[in-house]
């Protein structure tokens, strides 16, 4: 490993980024951050609910991307930490409300029974409700970081999951439900604001925590727009070439309810396809970064790549 990096430095380049090691290290930080955020205390039984979701492990891809826009934009880990902890509960609480019998109705997630299955539907319903109001207090909380940018941060976060972006979305798409006809412009809105919405609040946010100029923040939009869409069009796809074991849900899922999905309107080859294009944009906005974008350059490659 030192002879390889020694080879390249001798060459004048960077050794290969490598982001399995990158994504094992921030991982370990969220899980550690995320567990000292949410210990167990009275009443007992809806911490643990709301615990039994969130540490159930997960990509932790949200996260992540918080940190690692803080970063580009010269800020810290521990600046973005609690707004990157209040991206994963916001995202596991839409997990467990997506999977109740009222909306999607999925016994698996993660690997595990769903909260609901596990909790009842009651308390299920209420860890998702403790989980979004939590993470709005942390963000409030965080130490270090100008109040002016935490409010940014929290008028971001607030209109991701509105009726603007998650619910937005997931209205429309329950509305599909059963339809023959939807449309390539329905499907979009239904993912840009399920799936986009939140992932692009993730790099919004680190970038704002971070004090980002207003040029470099729409670049940086747009990086997250289109990482978004390639995200889902690849969730698609798997839903179709995947097994239940590595998914860790049910798999084919959208098949047998006869969902609309980006494969049934377009096809395999041509899904995979579009979510590469959507990755080659993605990675062009972030050409003024340099160097300093290779994490984000990478996570947009293992979006297409990935096999859960
Ligand atoms: C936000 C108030 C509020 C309500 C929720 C239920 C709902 C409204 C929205 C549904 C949002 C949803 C479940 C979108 C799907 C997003 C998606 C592709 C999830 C899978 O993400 P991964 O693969 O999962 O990153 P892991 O488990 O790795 O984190």
Not at 4 to 31: H, I, M, W
Not at 236 to 243: C, G, K, P, S
Request: net charge negative; proline share 4%.
């Amino acid at each position: 490993m030192v002879a390889t990096d020694n080879k390249f430095s001798a060459q004048g380049q960077s050794p290969p980024f490598d982001l399995c090691k990158y994504l094992a290290e921030r991982q370990a930080l969220v899980e550690e951050a995320l567990e000292r955020f949410l210990p167990i205390t009275y009443p007992e039984k809806i911490y643990e609910a709301m615990r039994y979701s969130l540490m159930a492990g997960g990509k932790r891809l949200r996260p992540i991307l918080c940190l690692a826009t803080c970063e580009l934009a010269g800020g810290t880990i521990e600046m973005a930490m609690p707004t990157a902890c209040a991206l994963e509960m916001i995202h596991t609480m839409s997990l467990i409300h997506d999977d109740l019998p009222a909306m999607d109705n999925d016994d698996y997630r993660r690997g595990k029974l769903t909260n609901h299955k596990v909790y009842g539907e009651d308390i299920a319903i209420l860890a998702g409700d403790g989980l979004l109001a939590y993470a709005f207090e942390i963000v409030a909380q965080t130490e270090n970081v100008p109040a002016e940018r935490l409010v940014q941060v929290i008028a971001r976060l607030g209109r991701a999951v509105s009726a603007a972006g998650l619910v937005g979305g997931q209205v429309v798409d329950l509305e599909c439900e059963g339809k023959t006809d939807v449309s390539i412009e329905t499907l979009n809105f239904i993912h840009t604001h399920k799936t986009g919405a939140l992932l692009e609040a993730c790099v919004v946010c680190g970038a704002i925590i971070a004090g980002i100029s207003v040029t470099d923040l729409q670049r940086l939009s747009r990086y997250a727009e289109n990482i978004g869409l390639a995200f889902q069009i690849v969730d698609d796809v798997l839903d179709i070439t995947a097994t239940q074991e590595e998914l860790g849900k049910t798999a084919g899922k959208d098949l047998q309810a006869k969902k609309a999905t980006y494969p049934s309107l377009w096809g395999l080859e041509e899904s995979k396809c579009k979510a590469q294009q959507l990755v080659a944009a993605a990675k062009a906005e972030l050409a003024p970064f340099g160097e300093n974008a290779r994490p984000l350059l990478a996570i947009a490659e293992f979006i297409t790549t990935r096999t859960n």
